[in-house]
Nanobody, 127 residues
């Protein structure tokens, strides 16, 4: 059974940092492209970051570039999203996702490209 379980969300003040984790099981994690998306009520799911199977290539949305860092530990079947300098507009439910196909900057930003999704973790940035 495939599972993606996010954790690490919470309520923080603007300018703070959070690290999200996504623990994977039920599939060969080390061969999958992994992504982080976010969604606020009433809006479409938005791409944040992606990483290739070995962690040598990453891709970020312009809105998070320079503040967020995606990484992975294939030995632990876990992907991370380090979020620094958080802003109120970063408030959303954050989801991790897995894509079985070869990493491509054309694909990684598309939610339709991903095969598996986690249940999400809430991040709220507010003073």
């Amino acid at each position: 059974q495939v599972q993606l379980v996010e954790s690490g969300g919470g309520l923080v003040q603007p300018g703070s940092s959070l690290r999200l984790s996504c623990a994977a099981s039920g599939f060969t994690f080390s061969t999958y492209t992994m992504g982080w998306f976010r969604q606020v009520p009433g809006k479409e799911r938005e791409f944040a970051a992606a990483i290739n199977w070995i962690g040598s290539r990453t891709y970020y949305a312009e809105s998070v570039k320079g503040r967020f860092t995606i990484s992975r530990d294939n030995a632990k079947n876990t992907v991370y999203l380090q979020m620094n300098s958080l802003k109120p507009e970063d408030t959303a439910v954050y989801y991790c996702a897995a894509d079985a196909r070869v990493y491509s900057t054309v694909r990684v930003g598309l939610s339709s490209a991903y095969d598996y999704w986690g249940q999400g973790t809430q991040v709220t940035v507010s003073s």
